[in-house]
C-alpha cells in the first residue's frame, strides 16, 4: 500500500514536471477518444479488429477497408499505419477530413489499418492478466515490436489474403518496426516499404531537458526504477486528461507550451492550435513506465538495444551482462525516413547514426522547416504537404516501380 502511494506521488510529480499546473479550475469539455466515431463522423467507414498476441495481450486495430472494387487494384494495397509512444490510432486522424493520412490513403484506394499498443485505450485486455496486475504493464516496446507488430501484421495479411504491405511509423511506431525486423528479419519480406518519420532508436543526443533530468535517476538500476517496472503511467485519468486539455485553452496556451514542449522542441511555429485540446485530451492514452526507461537507459548508453535488467538479470535473461543490441544490419525493407533539426526528442546526429546502422535506406527527407519539432510530425500545420503528400508519394511510387519489374519480367 505504501509502496503504491510513493508511487503515485511520484507519477504525480513527473506529470506535473510534463506540463501541467495542478489546478482545480476545470469543466466538463473533454474529447474522448473513440477512433471509430472519428472515422465515422469524417465519412469513412470503419472496422475494429481484435487481434491477441503470443504473450496473451488483446490489442484493437481500426481499419478503414475499401468498399467498391477498385478499379485498378485487384486486392487493394495495404498500408498499415504506427503512431508512437502513449498515443492511440486516433492519432493518424486528429487533423480530421481533409488532412490526415489515412484519408489520404483510403481515397487513392488503399486498404488503411492502424496499429495499437498494448496498454493503450484499446488494447487494455489480456488473456490472463487484468490491468491492476504489476506484470500487465511490466513492457517496453521491445515486446510492442516482437509480440504486438508480429501479430498484427499477420492478422492484417491472413485476413486480406495478401503476402506484405506498406508500413509507416512515427516516433516509437519507427522503433518498434526496427525491434521486430532485426530480430526476426522473417519480417522484412512482408513489408514492401518502411517510412519512418521522426524514428526514435538512438538517442543520446536528445535536446531536452528532459531526458538530462530523469535519466540518472530512471535510466539506471536502482530501487525506484525497478518499482516502476510494473506500472501504468497515469496517463488514462480521466481528470489529467481534462488537465492536460484545460492548459492548452486559448488563454492558457501559452502555459501550455512553455510547460509541454521542452519534451518536444520549442518552437511552436507550426502547431495547429484549433487541434490542441482535442490533442492533449487524447493523449497520452496509456502505456507502462518502463517503456520511457527504455529510451532513457539508451540515453545513457548511447546504444540501440534490449532493456538492461542489471548485470544479474541480464546474465539470466541475455546470458551476457550487458543487453544485447539489435542487429539493424538485418534490416533489409527498403526504408525511408524523415527527420527534422528542431526535434528534441530524435536529433540529427542520431538520425545519421541510425541511417549509418541501416543496410537499405532508400531516401533520407529532412523537412525543409528548420522549426519543425517532434509533435509536428502529427499535428504541424500544413504537415499534409510537408510530410504526408511525401509518404503516399513514396508508396504510390513504388507500386509503379513494381509493376515495371513485373512486366518485365513476363517479357
Ligand atoms: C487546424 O485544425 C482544424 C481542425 O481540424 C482545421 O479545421 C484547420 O483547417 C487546421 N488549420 C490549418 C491551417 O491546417
Ligand atoms: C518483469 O519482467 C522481468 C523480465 O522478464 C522480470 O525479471 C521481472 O521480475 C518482472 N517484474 C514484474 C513486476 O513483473
Ligand atoms: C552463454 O554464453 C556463453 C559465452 O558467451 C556460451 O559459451 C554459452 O553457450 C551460452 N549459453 C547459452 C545457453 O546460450
Not at 272 to 292: C, D, I, R, Y
Not at 344 to 373: E, G
Request: net charge positive; aromatic share 14%.
Amino acid at each position: 500500500m505504501h509502496k503504491n502511494i510513493i508511487l503515485l506521488g511520484f507519477q504525480l510529480w513527473i506529470i506535473c514536471l510534463l506540463g501541467l499546473t495542478c489546478g482545480f479550475i476545470f469543466k466538463k469539455d473533454i474529447i474522448i477518444t473513440n477512433a471509430v466515431k472519428r472515422i465515422r463522423r469524417d465519412g469513412y467507414p470503419v472496422e475494429d479488429h481484435k487481434v491477441q498476441t503470443a504473450d496473451g495481450y488483446v490489442l484493437t486495430m481500426h481499419r478503414i477497408p475499401i468498399l467498391q472494387k477498385s478499379q485498378i487494384y485487384d486486392k487493394p494495397p495495404i498500408a498499415f499505419l504506427m503512431t508512437g509512444i502513449y498515443a492511440s490510432s486516433d492519432a493518424f486522424v486528429f487533423s480530421g477530413k481533409d488532412g490526415s493520412l489515412p484519408y489520404m490513403l483510403s481515397d487513392l484506394g488503399y486498404d488503411v489499418w492502424m496499429g495499437n499498443n498494448r496498454g493503450n485505450v484499446y488494447c487494455r485486455s489480456h488473456a490472463f492478466l487484468t490491468s491492476k496486475d504489476r506484470e500487465f504493464w511490466n513492457f517496453s516496446w521491445h515486446e510492442m515490436g516482437v509480440y504486438d507488430l508480429a501479430s498484427m501484421i499477420d492478422y492484417v495479411l491472413k485476413h486480406t489474403g495478401q503476402s506484405s504491405m506498406h508500413f509507416v511509423g512515427v516516433s516509437q511506431g519507427a522503433t518498434i518496426l526496427l525491434v521486430l525486423t532485426s530480430l526476426y528479419p522473417e519480417y522484412n519480406i512482408k513489408l514492401k516499404t518502411a517510412q519512418l518519420l521522426a524514428p526514435v532508436a538512438y538517442v543520446s543526443n536528445m535536446k531536452g531537458p528532459m531526458a538530462r533530468i530523469f535519466a540518472p535517476i530512471l535510466g539506471t538500476r536502482n530501487v525506484l526504477s525497478m518499482a516502476l517496472e510494473g506500472s501504468e503511467m497515469i496517463s488514462t485519468n480521466n481528470f489529467f486528461k481534462e488537465l492536460l486539455a484545460l492548459n492548452c485553452k486559448d488563454e492558457n496556451f501559452r502555459i501550455c507550451v512553455s510547460r509541454l514542449w521542452p519534451a518536444v522542441g520549442y518552437e511552436t511555429k507550426y502547431l495547429n492550435k484549433t487541434l490542441l485540446p482535442e490533442v492533449l485530451a487524447n493523449f497520452p492514452v496509456g502505456g507502462s513506465f518502463k517503456q520511457m526507461m527504455h529510451y532513457l537507459q539508451e540515453y545513457n548508453s548511447g546504444r540501440f538495444q534490449q532493456y538492461n535488467y542489471g548485470q544479474l538479470g541480464n546474465q539470466v535473461i541475455y546470458n551476457s551482462t550487458d543487453p544485447p543490441s539489435y542487429p539493424l544490419h538485418k534490416v533489409t525493407v527498403p526504408v525511408f525516413i524523415y527527420y527534422s533539426q528542431n526535434d528534441y526528442i530524435v536529433a540529427v546526429k542520431d538520425v545519421a547514426k541510425l541511417v549509418k546502422q541501416l543496410p537499405n535506406v532508400h531516401a533520407v527527407f529532412k523537412v525543409p522547416w528548420k522549426k519543425w519539432n517532434h509533435f509536428d510530425f502529427i499535428c504541424g500545420l500544413r504537415v499534409k504537404e510537408i510530410i504526408f503528400d511525401k509518404v503516399v508519394d513514396v508508396i504510390s511510387n513504388y507500386n509503379i516501380l513494381f509493376n515495371n519489374i513485373k512486366k518485365r519480367n513476363k517479357i
